[in-house]
């Protein structure tokens, strides 16, 4: 099915963002699904057909970050504005691009994964000490029936 993400990124005006895909877990062997200017109105627009639920990457230059995208589904993406101009950063320790989904569907993918993500550290953090040096384990079972529920 056809997925569309558009995207805002200030600052980004005149630079080329790549779609890419990992073709395996295990290589990381990436796959460029697509690629675009983005124009002068700081946005960008892709389209690309999916069979299922993926892990890709928006890549920029020194920045990159990563975006779950469903078949069928249209992205509205805002970025914080990033500076293009005068950077000297190496490839291989690349800057996340910060951004959100504008999306009124309180099921939506990403948001979902960002909400766990942040209960997941705030759990690692407040319980650090009782699961790495007192071994409570108990701890552990409680966050997964916390999270499945």
Known sequence: EKTTIKGYLP???GNEIRLIVYSDMITHTEI????????????????????ET????????????????????NYSLLFDPVNMTGQYRPFYNKEQ???RVVSENSQELNALIFTFNESYNDFLITNYEDIY???RKGLIDQFRLEMET
Not at 56 to 65: P, R
Request: hydrophobic content about 40%; overall charge negative.
């Open 97 to 99: 691009l910060v951004f």
């Open 133 to 135: 040096k007192r071994r």
């Open 11 to 13: 600052g980004g005006n």
């Open 54 to 73: 993926i892990v890709a990457f928006l890549d920029l230059d020194y920045y990159t970050t990563t975006l779950y995208l469903e078949p069928g589904e």
């Open 32 to 51: 460029i699904l697509d690629r675009t200017v983005i124009d002068s109105t700081d946005s960008f627009y892709f389209i690309t057909d999916l069979k």
